[in-house]
C-alpha cells in the first residue's frame, strides 16, 4: 500500500464529511418553520394564555442560539463550530446538550445496528452465494422468489407483523423498547440476555427484508465469476470443491458486496429509523426521528454530522482494507 | 497400438438446447501415445475444445457426455466417480487452458495457485516442499522462481502463459492437453511458450495433445494430427502424411487455405462456412462443401476406418 494511496484516502474522507455537513445544514433550513416559537407557544399553551413579551422571549432565545444571524454566518459558525466537535444545546430538550442526548441513545442503534447489518452481510452473501453455485442442492438454487418477495417488504410492514404475531398474539418476545423499564436497570448477565430479547425482533425485521438484497447482489456476482477461466482452469487443476467455492468463487464476487458492506454501514440509522420507532427502541433513529418532528436544528446537525464521521470512518477502512482483499486496487494511479 | 496412454473411443458429447439435442463431439475416435505431440485441428466450433472438456469430464449441463470411452492408463475416465475423477485432474491428466490473460486467479499469488492443487490432491508433501517444487516448476518454464511471489496482474500475457503451464506440470502428469495455449500471443512469444512445452514434455515424458487451428505450428510442434469438422473425426496420421499426401478433402483443404508467399493476395479458402449441429447435412457432414461429393455422400455417413497403417480417414472416395 503506497503512501500516496493512503493521503488520498484521507482528503476524501475530509471531502465527503465536509460536503456532507454542508447539505446537513442548508436543507433544515428550507422550512419557514421557527423551531424556537413552536417549543414556546406550545409551553405558553399548556399555561393556557401567551404571556406579555412573549415575542421578546422568542428572540432572545435566537440570540441565544445565534438564529438571528444572517444564514452564511450561522454556516460559518456551524462549520467551525462541527470541526472542533462541539455540537451544542438542543432545542427541543433544552438545556440539555446535544452530546448528552446522542451518548444516551447512540450504543443502543450501534449494538443493535452493526451487529445486525454484520450477520445480515454474512447470511445474504452466504446464501446468494450458494444460490449461484452450480453443485448446491435443488432447494437452495431455487429459493429466489422467496428472496425477492422478502426483500421487497420494507422493514416497518415486516416489523408491525412481528410484533402483531411474535410479541402480542403468541406473547413470545417483548413489544418494544430496548429492555424492561419497570425494573432499575443492573449490568449483569441476566441484564445482558434480557437485552438481547429485546433485539430479537427488532433484529429480525431487519435481516428478514435486507439479506435479500446481499443474496441478489452476490448471486449475479458468483454467476459472473462462474463463467471465467480461472473457475476452468481451477477445476482443471483438480481442486476440492470447497476451495474452488471459497477461494476463487467466493472471494472474487466478494469485493464489490465490501464496498456494499460499507455503504450499509451509512444505513444504520437513516435505514433503521422506522423500525426502530414501531419498536420504541431508544436509539439514535427515534431521537433523530423526534430531533426532525421538532426541527431541532442543533440535535439534527449533531446526530447527522457524528454519523458522516463514523461513515466517513467506515469508509476510509474499508478502502484500507481492500488491497489485501484485491491486490489490483493499490496500483491504481501508478 | 494397445500401449496408448489415452484412448478415446466412440466418445459422444450432447448439449441440450431448445431446438432440440446437439452432438458437439459424434463418435469421436482416437488414442494418444506415451510421450506422442498429438495436433488436434479444425475450423472454430468443430468440437475440439469440448473434447478436451470431456475427455477431464469438465463438461457442464446443459452438455454431457452421452456415450463412449475415455481409457487413461487402464482406467476408464467416464465410469469412476466424481471424486476419483477429481484427483485424476491435475495429477494424471492435466490442461494449458486457452485464455491464459485470465485463468489465473487474480487475488492469488501465482505460487499458491501451483501449490493448492497439489495440497488438494494429498501428495503427502510438506509445505517447504511443494514450495520447492513451484520454484521448479517456474524454472522449469523458463520463469525466476521470483515471479511466484506476485500476483496474476504484475504478469505480461506471455509470463502468465508460462505460470499456467507451471500449474499444468507440477505434478508431473501423463497427459496435458494444451488447448490454443498461444493464440493469445505474439508469434514471438508463441514459439517461446511452444518451445518451453516442447522441452518439458520431453523431460518429463508426458504426452501431449495439442489443440489449435495454427497449420504451421502444428507442422513444427506435433507428430500426429487429427482433423475434426463438426464434432466428427475426419482424418488422423503423422504430419507428413497429412500435409504432404492428405487422404481426405477437407484436410486438403486446410492445406491448402495455407497463404504461400509466391502467391501473394490469392487466398484459397474454404468457401461456405460450417454447418450448424443443430442442422447438419446427412450422409457425410462436409458434403455440402466438399469439392469432390458424390450421391452417396448426401446418404450414408462414411466410417473412420485405417486406410492405410496408421492412417485413418473418413470419406467415401477411400471406400
Not at chain 1, 413579551?53 to 438564529?67: A, H, I, T
Request: proline share 5%; charged share 15%; hydrophobic share 45%.
Amino acid at each position: 500500500m503506497s503512501f500516496s494511496y493512503v493521503v488520498r484516502r484521507i482528503l476524501l474522507v475530509f471531502l465527503v464529511i465536509w460536503s456532507a455537513a454542508t447539505l446537513n445544514f442548508f436543507i433544515p433550513k428550507i422550512t419557514p418553520r421557527n423551531p424556537i416559537r413552536e417549543k414556546l407557544l406550545e409551553q405558553a399553551s399548556r399555561g393556557g394564555y401567551i404571556p406579555p413579551g412573549f415575542e421578546d422571549m422568542v428572540q432572545s432565545y435566537e440570540k441565544r442560539f445565534g438564529l438571528d444571524q444572517p444564514v452564511w454566518k450561522q454556516y460559518l459558525t456551524y462549520l467551525n463550530e462541527m470541526a472542533h466537535f462541539n455540537l451544542g444545546y438542543s432545542i427541543s430538550n433544552f438545556p440539555k446538550t446535544v452530546p448528552e442526548l446522542i451518548g444516551q441513545s447512540i450504543w443502543w442503534t450501534i449494538g443493535l445496528l452493526s451487529v445486525t447489518t454484520i450477520l445480515t452481510f454474512l447470511i445474504g452473501t452466504l446464501l446468494g452465494a450458494l444460490m449461484a453455485w452450480q453443485k448446491s442442492s435443488f432447494v437452495i438454487r431455487n429459493i429466489l422468489p422467496g428472496i425477492l418477495v422478502l426483500s421487497a417488504v420494507p422493514s416497518f410492514i415486516v416489523g408491525l407483523l412481528l410484533i402483531y404475531f411474535v410479541a402480542f398474539k403468541w406473547k413470545l418476545l417483548p413489544l418494544g423498547g430496548a429492555y424492561d423499564a419497570t425494573k432499575l436497570p443492573v449490568f449483569n448477565a441476566s441484564f445482558v440476555l434480557e437485552i438481547i430479547r429485546y433485539a430479537t425482533l427488532p433484529a429480525l425485521a431487519f435481516i428478514l427484508t435486507t439479506a435479500g438484497g446481499w443474496a441478489i447482489g452476490m448471486r449475479g456476482m458468483m454467476v459472473t465469476v462462474q463463467g471465467e477461466d480461472y473457475m476452468t482452469f481451477g477445476e482443471a487443476k483438480g481442486l476440492k470443491d470447497w476451495r474452488l467455492f471459497y477461494k476463487y468463487a467466493v472471494r472474487n464476487a466478494l469485493l464489490p458486496q465490501v464496498t456494499g458492506l460499507a455503504i450499509a454501514f451509512s444505513y444504520i440509522v437513516g435505514g433503521s429509523v422506522l423500525v426502530e420507532v414501531i419498536f420504541r427502541y431508544p436509539g439514535l433513529g427515534t431521537l433523530l426521528a423526534n430531533a426532525i418532528r421538532q426541527l431541532d436544528y442543533f440535535l439534527i446537525y449533531g446526530i447527522v454530522f457524528i454519523l458522516t464521521v463514523a461513515i466517513g470512518i467506515a469508509m476510509f477502512i474499508i478502502d484500507m482494507i481492500y488491497p489485501l482483499l484485491d491486490p489490483r486496487i493499490a496500483y491504481e494511479g501508478n | 497400438m494397445s500401449n496408448a496412454v489415452l484412448r478415446v473411443n466412440n466418445l459422444d458429447v450432447e448439449y441440450h438446447t431448445d431446438a432440440g439435442a446437439v452432438k458437439a463431439n459424434n463418435h469421436v475416435t482416437f488414442e494418444l501415445r506415451p510421450k506422442e505431440r498429438l495436433g488436434l485441428v479444425g475450423e472454430s466450433g468443430s468440437g475440439k475444445s469440448t473434447l478436451a472438456l470431456a475427455i477431464l469430464r469438465m463438461i457442464r449441463p446443459p452438455g454431457k457426455i452421452a456415450g463412449g470411452e475415455v481409457w487413461l492408463d487402464g482406467v476408464d475416465l467416464t465410469k469412476i466417480s466424481d471424486e476419483e475423477m477429481r484427483r485424476m485432474r491435475g495429477n494424471e491428466i492435466s490442461m494449458v487452458p486457452q485464455g491464459a490473460m485470465n485463468s489465473l486467479n487474480p487475488v492469488m499469488r501465482i505460487e499458491d495457485q501451483i501449490i493448492d492443487g497439489m495440497v488438494d490432491h494429498n501428495l503427502g508433501l510438506s509445505r517447504s516442499v511443494m514450495k520447492e517444487m513451484a520454484a521448479e516448476a517456474l524454472r522449469a518454464v523458463d520463469l525466476d522462481p521470483k515471479v511466484g511471489r506476485s500476483y496474476p496482474h504484475e504478469l505480461s500475457g506471455g509470463m502468465k502463459q508460462r505460470a499456467c503451464i507451471a500449474i499444468s506440470i507440477v505434478m508431473t502428469p501423463k497427459v496435458i492437453i494444451a488447448d490454443e495455449p498461444t493464440s493469445a500471443l505474439d508469434v514471438v512469444t508463441q514459439r517461446q511458450v511452444m518451445q518451453t512445452i516442447g522441452k518439458i514434455q520431453d523431460q518429463m515424458g508426458s504426452a501431449v495433445i495439442l489443440i489449435g487451428h495454427d497449420m504451421g505450428l502444428m507442422a513444427q510442434f506435433v507428430d500426429r494430427i487429427a482433423v475434426m469438422y463438426a464434432g466428427r473425426m475426419m482424418e488422423l496420421g503423422t504430419v507428413k502424411d497429412i500435409f504432404t499426401d492428405a487422404l481426405h478433402p477437407y484436410t486438403q483443404a486446410l492445406i491448402d487455405s495455407l497463404p504461400v508467399l509466391a502467391n501473394r493476395g490469392i487466398f484459397n479458402g474454404l468457401p461456405g462456412i460450417t454447418p450448424s449441429l443443430l442442422d447438419l447435412p446427412t450422409g457425410c457432414v462436409f458434403n455440402t462443401r466438399c469439392s469432390k461429393v458424390m450421391d452417396i455422400c448426401t446418404q450414408k455417413v462414411p466410417p473412420l476406418r485405417e486406410h492405410a497403417p496408421g492412417r485413418f480417414a473418413a470419406c467415401h472416395l477411400l471406400e
